[in-house]
Structure formats: C-alpha cells, structure tokens
DNA sequence: GATGAATGAGGCTTCATTCAT
DNA sequence: GATGAATGAAGCCTCATTCAT
C-alpha cells in the first residue's frame, strides 16, 4: 500500500534523528539529567524508569519509553551525554598546554576538576558502563566513544616515547590505569563530602607524570 | 586486602566455627563460591538467588535465605570470602620482601597475579563493592575490611616518606590509585583472553614505583 | 460476500459520500489498507495502532484515532472492505453461470481465486473476526454483513434442494463447512510459498459439489 | 565450583519432567484448565495472565509465572492437554469401526461429540493455533502434534483411494476442509446456545463422505 | 535441615486514546 | 486537518523472601 512514499517517510524519521522536535530535545534531555542524577546518587541498580521518572517529575515510566527505545538506548544517551560534556571541558584545557607531559598534567588534572562542574555526569557513566558484560548487544555502541578516546590516547603515549619525552612502558597498562585512577577518584569526590578534588587532581597529575617521564628529564 | 582488622565481622564465622555445624559450613561456602561464579561471570544485576541457586546445584532459592539472613548477608560473606583468600594469597609474598618499595611491588604483583590463582574472585568483589552506595545500610559491614586495609596501607607509605624512602605525595591519593589500577587491570585479565597477567602485574609495579620512590633513589 | 443487505453499515459512507471531504476518504482508505496489510502479515494481535500507522506511512496514531471512533470503528471498516471488494470479484463470476451447482462451483472457485488478486485480505477479514466474542459490544455491526451474507446461501440451497438439484442436507451446516474451507485454504494460500490456489479452488469445488448434488445426477 | 554434582542435579530438574511434584502437577492442571475456560469464553486476546489467574483463583500472575517458564510454555501446554483429551475421546470411536468411509465418518462424528463433552477444549485450542505465526519461534513445538495427526489422516486417505473405496481427489486439501469444518461447527456448539451438536456432526459426517467416496459405492 | 510452593512488589514495555498546538 | 506529546492501564516477567511440610 504505497509503499514508496512509506519508505520515504520512514528513512527521515529512522536515520536523520536530528529532526527531532524541539519538545522531544527538550523531554529527552530533561530525562537523561533525571537519570545522571539517579545513578550517582542511587547506582545503577536503583536506576529504574520509575525513580528516573520520579526524579524528572514525569507522571509515569510510559513516559520514558515514549521519547527512548528501551533502557538501552537511554543508557547509551547517558553515556553520550557525559562523554560530550567531558570532551567539552577537557579538550580546550589540554589544547592550550604543549609537550606530552604537561599534556597529560592537563588531560589528569580537567578529568578530576570535571567532577567540581558536574559532580554527578563522570559518576553516572562509569556506574553505567561497569554493568556492561561481554555478551551485552548494547556493549559495543556505548563502548565504542570510550573505546576509541583510549586508542588515542595510547597513540600519544607511543609518540612521547619514540621522542624520549616518556620512558619505556606499556602504554596500554598506563591508560588503563589512568582511566581507573581519575574514575576512582572522582568517584571519591562525589561521596565525600569535604574531597578537595583540584588538590587530588594535582596529586594524581604529578603520580602519573613520575610515572610516565623518561629518566634524563 | 589486609585481613587484620576486619575481625569484628569474621569473629563468628572464623573464630567461632563451632557456632555453626559442619554442614551449614559447608553449605554456606559453596553458596559463597557459586556467588562468586555467577557474579564474575554475569555481574552483580544477574546474581539473583535464582542463578546463584543453580550455580549451586540447589534446587531452591529458599535454601540461601535460610542460610543467609539475607542479600546483604550473602554479599558481605562474598566480600569476607575473597579479602580471606586475597590475604592468604597476598601476605606472604610481601613478607618475603624487605623495603617499603620491594614491598609496593610484591603488593601489586601478587594482587594481579591472584587474578590467575582465583580468577573469579576479584572480580566478583569489585562488581559486590560497586553496588554499594552510602545509603545502604549493609554498606558499613561491607566496607570494614577493604578500607582498613586501605588505612594500613596509607600508614604505611607514611612512614616510607618519613624514611625518605618515598617521595612526598598524598598517600590517599597513591593508595586509591593503586587500587583503582589493580582492579581494572584484573578486570581486564577476566575478560580478555589472551591478556598477560604477570607481565601487566610488572608494568603496573614498574609504574608504581616510579610514581613514588624518591628522587635520589 | 454478498453484500445486498448491510446496507445499514455502508449507507453512510457509500450512499452519501458528501458526508466526508475527499481527503478524508483518501486517508480512511489509506489507513484501512494499511490495518488489512499489517493484519494479514502479522495477525490481529500485532495490528496495533502504531504499526498500522507505519505501514500507512503516518507520522502517530493520533492521525488513526482522528479518522476513526476507535479500534472496532477501525476494525469494522476492514471487515466491511474486504467485504466490498470480495463482494465485487465474486459475484459477476457466480451471475455468469445457471444453476445451483454451477453457482456453488463458481463461489467456491471464485473466492478461493481472490486469494490471488487480493493475497491480503480475506486473511486479513478472517483474523478480525476471529477476535469477535458474544459479549463485544461491537460484534453485531461487524457480523451483520457476513451473517447475512450466509442468510442468503441458507435460502439459495434450500431452492435448489426443493428444485431437486441439491440432495437432501441441512444447509446451515453447509454453508458453515462451505466458508470454513474456503478460510483455511485461504489462510494456507496465503502462508505456503508455492501453494496452487487455483488447484485447490477446483478441488473444493469439486469436494463441495459431491457433497451437494442429489444422486440421480 | 563443583560442577560435577551440578550439572547431575540440573540434568534430573530438566530432562525429567516427570519429577514433578504432585502439588506442582495440580497446579499446572488447575492452571491449564483456566486458561482453557478463559480463551473458550473470551477469546486469546483475553487471555491474560491476570484474567487466567483470577479465574483459577490465584492471588497474582507471579503465580502462573513460577509454575510455567512463560506464556508459551502455558499456551504449549494448553494445546498439549485439549489434544490428550480429544486423542482420548476420538481415538477408541474410530477403533471400533472398519473400513475408510466408517472411520471417517466415526472421526466426525466424534469430534464434534467432543463439544458435547468437553465444550471449551477445542474452541480454546482452535484459538491458540490461529494466533500462531510463521515466525513465532515457539510455531513448531505447538504444531508438532497437530501436523503430524494430519499428515497420519492424509496418508489414510491415499491407502482408502488405493483401494478404491475414496475417489480420487487431493487428500490435503479434503483434510484441511475437514478440519475446517469440523472446528467451525465446534465453534458454533460453543456459542450457540441450542445448538444440536450431534445432529450437526451426522450432517458434517455425511457431508464428507459424499464428499470422498467412490462413485460406485 | 531441607524443600519448593506461594507471595506481592517492582521491573520494562506496549497500547489506545486524548488534547494542545 | 494534522501532529505528536502525554497519559495511565494493562501486559508479562523476575525477584527476594516466607512458610508449611
């Protein structure tokens, strides 16, 4: 039943989201803070639709399914969110600085002051991509952001080393441990309540510029 | 992982086994191991009784709830479990080290290493302490033992910096650090297969090392 | 399929088509061959209104509720539809004949036939009115078609058992044997890849005839 | 974690059926027979779990969820037992008889007669089989039983045309007409109040043996 | 000691319908 | 005329826990 004018409709509504109303930008985001809220405060197991609706003072959870596909693809906004506004505020603050170490200084220090500007966004996501398990099918789209900003971030530290501005070391075990160690500490700040994060920023910052920085400095 | 001071919450199970018959021991631990199983395997959202029963091999979930008082009882015997197992494991090979930093090293290596002794078993912990929230009234029991351990450790790097033998630097923050590496390292090791363990085990000591031994080494 | 006498049904939006706007027929059309696609594909239970407005190429269901009273307003429509069109494709093939057994193997055919032209809808047709119970409410507009579409094959056969030309049966029975092999061979034309409609429409013909004609051929 | 004595006690809960509690068989059977009552009366839209409960006299759905593994598992079963019934019924009926034409007949006959007995079993699974899709996974569990008792009658047939006692004709398309037929009528007895339901299966029995018998009878 | 039946709350999702724009 | 946001009921299902046996 006329079905080329079906198809025409459907692929604008299917692949071009950016035409999204703006009351639907409006309730989606106003749902996806309700949630960052929630998990940071509650963990993602308290993360239900019900308290996620309560919060964002909507009348029910058919609400939330309404505006997103299912708690995956919430989920995965969550988590694009917080990855938009990290890279929002990290970026300029490492691009200003020069040099692989005080780049990195930089990259450790706005990732642990993220957490003074928005305590509860770098929370909710790591509580969110915890609960991810290999056999997940949402696994690879909400990692594939987080996955690829690592893979960057290994090559860097591959180049700092061909410069001899860092010492021989496995990059990957360092990003990995970077990763966790911000991630650890921000989750620190947002628990207790008198955490000087720009000091523990500045302490971390000089941990892993040791740890990094060939000998002959 | 330092079990020394977690003895209010062990008292009854350890130092008074005769509390509890050999049966209901045996009962609850391989209750416990099947935990474990099922946790590091699927994650704590999918550590139902129900799963946990059939890990088990029992034929009803009523059976964990009449030998736990409750989730909270079998999580914190999860906990208890593997920080008893991580102790027996990790211990000794410290104390065959002398020097705050050979002792670091031995720390971190034989943490990862446990990865390859009880796969199962940090993993399991790491997800059981993720779910815990300042609200959560089983939180206290829970947390005893890990941040003792933690206070231990701190102390310890306190007085390494007073022997000069570390550099100056907020032992907090290098022990939260530490741990956030070791723990995202094992889980790492848990899901990738090919990882290299013992070699990721030495660069993370290596790391750690430099982050803080003192200058004039 | 006789659809002489459910004139009451059909008055107003046959017989007084200046009652609605053009557009507004368009659309009902539109919507209504989009619920009998979706029905016949799918089946009842997944004719919902969101799915029939996707097929219809709409952009909400408002649009469906704005052109309809409600599901069974809806529902009436496709049954009467189908009813149109059936109605339209059978008869001139039944009035080219004489005779009751000519006639009979003329409808027989002649339905199972429209399985070819219109794949969707007698399966469609088939599948609401499988949904009718006593007590719905709107179960007498929606039989009221089709009952006295059967009326008339009762009163048909009984003629041409006075004539002689049928022997003697009970022709409700009949004509309810006569209408349910039609539907399922049918349903089974419509499911069954290289099924012959055409095959099997003779063959109950000639099963029907059998069972109808009086024994001094 | 002694996955020997697991998997033996997962074997015996799985693969045996059959170690079923009395009290757990009674429940199912109560179940079961709800189900049948309520899709008989109401129709398979109705047949929620709420509805099945509440006619069983349960206190919520949680109830029918623990005792079957979910609405297919029911539904199977619902199918399952109406088929032991008429199997039950109809079998010994046409035991007693020799010769195609009888058999038939006794097969008709009984069917129908099955109303009479069991007046909502076969319209409830008739309802059940006409909601199932191609692409329902759970399709060919439940036609099993249906498409191989076909298949015997189809082949039953062609002997019956070997040995010249049926006319030659499709024997698939006569069985889906039979079948037909005789859920229609079944259909009718249960929603017609004084609908004679043994009249009607003389009159179908007759119907279908002019229908297949040989002209030289 | 052990079992498994029962419970009731809460989870996510889909639905038909209404209404302001 | 048409849209799409909002609603609230109802759907199936899983869960931890209790209790009679």
Do not use: C, W
Request: aromatic content about 6%; cysteine-free.
């Amino acid at each position: 039943m006329e079905a080329r004018s079906d198809s025409a409709e459907q692929e604008e509504a299917v692949k071009r989201p950016s035409r999204r109303t703006f009351t639907e930008a409006a309730r989606r985001a106003q749902i996806v803070n309700a949630a960052i809220e929630v998990i940071a405060d509650a963990g993602y197991a308290k993360g239900s639709f019900a308290r996620i609706a309560r919060e964002a003072g909507l009348s029910s959870t058919g609400m939330i399914s309404y505006h997103f596909a299912g708690k995956d693809d919430l989920m995965r906004e969550v988590v694009a969110e917080v990855s938009r506004v990290a890279e929002a505020y990290v970026r300029p603050r490492m691009e200003e600085r020069t040099g692989a170490r005080a780049r990195l200084r930089a990259f450790i220090e706005a990732s642990v002051g993220l957490a003074g500007a928005y305590p509860k966004h770098l929370p909710a996501m790591i509580d969110v991509l915890a609960h991810l398990r290999d056999d997940d099918p949402s696994r690879h789209g909400l990692l594939g952001t987080v996955d690829s900003a690592a893979d960057v971030q290994v090559e860097r530290m591959r180049e700092a080393q061909r410069s001899g501005e860092f010492r021989e070391f496995d990059p990957r075990v360092m990003v990995t441990a970077i990763r966790a160690a911000i991630d650890a500490t921000v989750t620190r700040a947002g628990r207790e309540p008198g955490f000087d994060a720009a000091a523990a920023g500045r302490e971390l910052a000089d941990l892993f510029d040791h740890a990094t920085r060939s000998a002959e400095r």
